[in-house]
């Protein structure tokens, strides 16, 4: 992978930690669970300003045990509203991988 942290760590690295995180913390007995997804965001053109959000377009087979991938896009307006029926105790941390855009 060529892509590098600041202090020269490969991302691989950071991908792997998180796992290993999220793997301690199924181990835990705390009542909050802790949950990380990865994935690709494709995102509105840069000269769009007004509200946006995010969709899952599609989840994507696993690369490993335990690690959910999926395909995200940028969609223009306000979030829908939720259908949630209750308090959620879970945390989701959700990793983006965003393509650089091309310098003009």
Known sequence: MGCQLPGGDPVRSVVSRLARLERLNRLSTAPQRFRIQYGYLKTLPDDYTGPRHVVTVKQLPPVERGEYWFEWEERPGPEPASN?????????????????????
């Open 84 to 104: 949630a029926t209750g308090p959620n105790d879970e945390i989701l941390v959700q990793v983006c991988y965003v393509e650089g855009k091309a310098k003009a």
